[in-house]
């Protein structure tokens, strides 16, 4: 961080956390209106003008409150109630009901920053009576399809409490109390912002003199000796204060344990571990850093937020507030897709600086969150991890979206656990964890069920394939796929159909999946040999790369290829795979 003459910050970007927190903070400026007041830089910084922080305080909470309504305002014991209606009339009112509480998000992600929070105070205040008129009216024609007394009794008993619900939430922003208990399952107890809790008017004042003062006066003293373990600048001693637990609860800091994060370090009873005024602004901006995932991503993925990080502020900010977009258009309805988030991160990155494919993608982090109220009843979670080289050589040589496509659908990965499966396979491979597993279980299951269609496990079996051939021996994404999809055509061409019918495939691939996941691989030879054999037909030339042993691909590998093909060898899906790959494999 450097102060310049125009009474300028900049700001440099670090570790994710603290990218995190600027973001956050721009945010934050932009929503009070702000924008014009930074400015990024070619070399990856961004410069904030100081007299930005002026209303700083008002616009803090006011995003906060916004947050809060976007999570709470909601019209789902109305909406349960309509679904266990059993009449012609229910689905449209349930579909009404549904329209008018997207309506409501959408007035509350709409909301702006005010100088004046008693404006601001009453935008929130419209938005609640004027969707109790709308619940009314949609009530008054539901109520003309219910048949009992104890239905109108209870469509009454729950428009009441929604008038309630909501003036409740409402009163408790003005009051200042739901924002100390948004903000407080990200910093917990955190002086002014989560504590004292309850209702507080003056905690923008306090917010103010204890957060934003400090910055203005520490800006006009000169360099001490005491070092910034965020920015790297030195400051007096009393520009410092120590790193805790309330300046990022899902991180767990402490002075006796700093999970997940730095490695704390002290000497002689002197803590090394500490952060300046206006990097404890930026740590308590970060919670505006991240992105909320829509409630069914947060579901499946046992995640709520997510922030994709990048050594580029510009770059950062873009990618972003992007990516929340297209999760807030998901939130509410425009489109129903589900979003790959991590793959979607990657094409907005590329499209922003396309001459740097490789380089952006190394340097590219996830940071996945979950927040609590109270440790002692749930725990918070935390995900980081990053793409590697090999991974982002192969996302720059091969078309992968047309694969993830054909993951993308729900699936019961373990009993009672069901994920978003292109999301949970692109999330395991930057992890580096197997997917055989997943390929097994899926392949069990289509013989069971006697399903031929092997697409999806044709494109996990070929990702996993990829990825690993780039890390075991830095092999082209071209020649992998050529040697994986060679073995599956020279198994589409072995034996027609008429030669083996389906029924008899189904059995005889059965037995193959039992050798191939218990990685007998002389049995599986011998058992494919004797095929040949039977049906008295030469092995080909080309089988015999997988008769034999190689480094570039394992045994199962090659089997599991094999058997993809073996499956459906019919003319229809042949061609069908054909033209789909045509628009997957090869290079950009």
């Known amino acids: 961080m450097a102060v310049e003459k125009e009474r300028k910050i900049t700001l ?28 990024f830089k070619g070399d990856g910084s961004v410069e904030v003008e100081i007299s ?39 689905n449209k009112i349930i579909s009404k009901i549904q329209e008018l509480e997207n309506g409501i998000q959408r007035r509350v992600f709409n909301l702006k920053g005010n100088k004046k929070w008693s404006t601001f105070r009453k935008e929130v205040l419209n938005i609640k009576t004027e969707s109790m008129r709308k619940v009314k009216e949609i009530v008054r024609e539901l109520k003309k399809s219910l048949n009992t007394k104890k239905e109108r009794r209870k469509i009454k008993e729950i428009v009441d409490n929604i008038n309630k619900y909501f003036a409740d939430i409402c009163f408790s922003v003005f009051d200042f109390k739901a924002q100390a208990d948004f903000l407080g399952r990200f910093y917990f107890n955190k002086v002014v912002i989560a504590n004292p809790k309850g209702e507080n008017l003056k905690r923008p004042e306090d917010f103010k003199e204890r957060y934003l003062n400090p910055i203005l006066e ?33 991180l767990g800091i402490s002075s006796n344990t700093f999970a997940n994060f730095y490695n704390y370090y002290a000497m002689n009873g ?22 909320l995932k829509p409630w069914q991503m947060r579901e499946l993925d046992g995640t709520d937020y997510i922030f994709v990080n990048y050594p580029s502020f510009e770059e950062v900010f873009s990618v972003n507030n992007k990516l929340q977009t297209l999760l807030d258009k998901f939130h509410l309805g425009i489109f129903t897709e589900k979003i790959n988030t991590y793959f979607k991160s990657f094409e907005l990155i590329l499209q922003l600086a396309k001459k740097k494919t490789r380089w952006l993608l190394e340097n590219t982090y996830f940071a996945e969150i979950k927040v609590s109220a109270r440790k002692d009843q749930a725990k918070p979670k935390f995900v980081y991890f990053n793409i590697d080289k090999a991974f982002s050589e ?16 729900l699936y019961e990965i373990y009993k009672g656990n069901s994920v978003y499966l292109s999301t949970e396979i ?16 899926m392949l069990s299951e289509k013989l069971s069920e006697r399903d031929k269609y092997m697409l999806p496990i044709w494109s996990l079996i070929l990702l996993e394939f990829l990825i690993n051939q780039k890390r075991r021996l830095n092999m082209s994404a071209e020649k992998s796929y050529g040697i994986l999809k060679s073995i599956q055509a020279v198994s589409r061409r072995s034996f027609s159909i008429e030669e083996i019918d389906q029924e008899k495939r189904f059995h005889i691939s059965q037995r193959f999946l039992t050798l191939i996941r218990g990685g007998r691989k002389e049995d599986f030879y011998h058992e494919l040999l004797r095929l040949f054999v039977v049906y008295k037909k030469p092995v080909p030339e080309n089988l015999f790369s997988l008769l034999t042993e190689s480094e570039e691909i394992s045994f199962q590998e090659k089997a599991l290829a094999f058997l993809t093909g073996f499956i459906n060898p019919t003319e229809e899906e042949t061609s069908t795979v054909k033209e789909k790959e045509t628009n997957t494999g090869g290079k950009q």
């Open 394 to 409: 192969i996302f720059s040589e091969f078309k992968l979206d047309t694969l993830l496509n054909n993951l993308s659908f």
């Open 218 to 250: 520490m800006l006009n003293r000169e360099n001490g000796d005491n070092l910034c373990i965020l920015c790297g600048k030195n400051y007096p001693e009393e520009g410092l204060s120590e790193l805790s637990e309330g300046d990022f609860s899902i």
């Open 12 to 39: 440099y970007p670090s570790n994710w956390l603290y990218n995190a927190g600027v973001v956050g903070f721009l945010r934050v400026l932009e929503f009070g209106g702000k924008r014009r007041a930074f400015e």
């Open 270 to 291: 002197v803590s090394y571990n500490r952060k300046c005024h206006l990097c404890q602004l930026i740590l308590l901006c970060a919670f505006a850093g991240f992105n």
């Open 52 to 90: 930005a922080l002026d209303g700083f305080e008002i616009y803090y909470f006011e995003y906060a409150s916004k947050l809060y309504l976007l999570q709470n305002l909601n019209l789902k014991e109305i909406i349960n109630f309509a679904k266990g209606l059993k009449n012609k009339e229910s």
């Open 426 to 441: 692109l999330k395991r491979l930057i992890e580096k964890k197997p997917l055989i597993h997943i390929a097994f279980k």
